[in-house]
T-cell receptor, first 116, second 114 residues
């Protein structure tokens, strides 16, 4: 148990559906992250939020839309996905400051997404 | 970002020490060396990190070469639960307000034989 939970754990959706992934952290962290892990590819960073502000978008297509309403919650809204978007989507959180530093990230168990 | 190079896979026997190497010849002076591992069907978990000196914690030890161009993660007594993919990642100590994403490579797939 890492203190980061993700729901749902498994999701099957059609290409015309709209769904959302939810991440919640109980660690008092200020930074949250979305990563994507496709089969046979390294884990890829998608988005970074620091103190509720998006600080990084790693050239992610607009069919993925993140939302961070507060420091404890992070959502990934999905719409009109493609089959190649099927992957494990991982959320992470970390301590952060506005002055720099290096802090370990705590990952959730991931949501296994299948797009049909 | 500075790049790391790791062997694709390694095999070891249970209850023996394991030395996982990582090369990072282009490391900069402000880069920290981090190790994460990903057990089957789980998200990655932090293992250890260091800058210049060797580091120990309850999970592992990190030995850093004097020129910092390579490092070794040491599991002192491997168990079957240590079978995972191990990632060596460089992180800039002055980047991102502490909120910079991790750049994962392919890592080393560690196989533990009973």
């Amino acid at each position: 148990e890492t203190g980061v939970t993700q729901t749902p754990r498994h999701l099957v959706m059609g290409m015309t559906n709209k769904k959302s992934l939810k991440c919640e952290q109980h660690l008092g962290h200020n930074a949250m992250y979305w990563y994507k892990q496709s089969a046979k590819k390294p884990l890829e960073l998608m988005f970074v939020y620091n103190f509720k502000e998006q600080t990084e978008n790693n050239s992610v297509p607009s069919r993925f839309s993140p939302e961070c309403p507060n420091s404890s919650h992070l959502f990934l809204h999905l719409h009109t996905l493609q089959p190649e978007d099927s992957a494990l989507y991982l959320c992470a959180s970390s301590q952060s400051t506005l002055a720099g530093g290096v802090y370990e990230q705590y990952f959730g168990p991931g949501t296994r997404l299948t797009v049909t | 970002d500075a790049k790391t190079t790791q062997p694709n896979s390694m095999e070891s026997n249970e209850e023996e020490p394991v030395h996982l190497p990582c090369n990072h010849s282009t490391i900069s002076g402000t880069d920290y060396i981090h190790w994460y591992r990903q057990l089957p069907s789980q998200g990655p978990e932090y293992v250890i990190h260091g800058l210049t000196s060797n580091v120990n914690n309850r999970m592992a030890s990190l030995a850093i070469a004097e020129d910092r161009k390579s490092s070794t993660l040491i599991l002192h007594r491997a168990t079957l639960r240590d079978a995972a993919v191990y990632y060596c990642i460089l992180r800039d100590g002055f980047g991102g307000g502490g909120a910079d994403g991790l750049t994962f490579g392919k890592g080393t797939h560690l196989i533990i034989q009973p």
